[in-house]
């Protein structure tokens, strides 16, 4: 069997899976990114990872590589902030050492457009965007049916975007506003202690410091009616309505994906987002944006949209 190498480097964990053409993920695997803090004990680790998952009955046609702040153009990843890993890191030519097949490497975000339009919701489509909403805030374009990767391939950092005009919390990367501090798994976080500070009323998140507090708490508060959970919910919602709106001038998408660990909120966060999408559209775009979950959630979005990056070409 034909397969490709899927791999997701995240903040926390490396993700890995062995991916066919028909988008089935045959065998998964993780390890923690963090044990590696140098970029070559890393590397070792993930070639012996890929080989302890190949045997006889598959084919390795490539690797495909999703990584924050990774350019698809020069084969690195370049100064991310959820990283260990400092300046420009070779991560194509390392992994080259070991392996003498195609490997590409792109932003983890526009990953995860393309495996939407290979393997998701989009493939009738040609213009859409996708949003992966997890530690951090990520954007894929695509446009006219072509990704949009950029100069040097860095097209799509959406989550840097100023939405306060400098003058609001700093993202990963220093940005006063940036719009990944407001709207992301930390982002949301954040906003909890700006209500408890805001509002009065009761709340079981009052419990909490900071460490503890985690989005599976926030969500439950939520669904239980607390007013404090259910306004952060709403409040991220308006944000994120508001950008995406903003977003959707520069290339009239004809849907956005939604994708990430925030999603499992479900409702509570996609319907004040698609509300404030809908109310701050320009007038000629509005009811003409589809606001979508995912078509990969019930699979590995991120594995699946790195392989992508081969199968596209196979």
Known sequence: MKIVVGIDIGGTKTKLGLVCKKGLTHIETSFPTTDYPLIDDFIKHLSKTISDLLNDKFELLGIGIGAPNASSKNGTIENAANLKWKGVVEVVEKLNVYFDIPIKIMNDASAAALGEKIFGSAKEMDDFITITLGTGLGGGIVAN??????????????????????????????????????????GIKRTVYHMLCKYTEASILREYSYKELDGETIYKAALDGDFIAQKTYNYTGKVLGGALANFVAFTQPEAIFLTGGLLKSGVL????TRKHLEKNLLQVYKGKVKLLESGLTDRNPAVLGAASLIWNEN
């Open 145 to 186: 049916g072509k990704l949009i990767d950029g100069f040097d391939g860095f097209a799509g950092e959406l989550g840097h975007i100023d939405i306060t005009l400098g003058d609001g919390r700093l993202t990963g990367l220093g940005v006063k506003g940036g719009l990944e501090a407001y709207v992301s798994v930390t």
């Open 269 to 272: 966060l996609l319907e004040p």
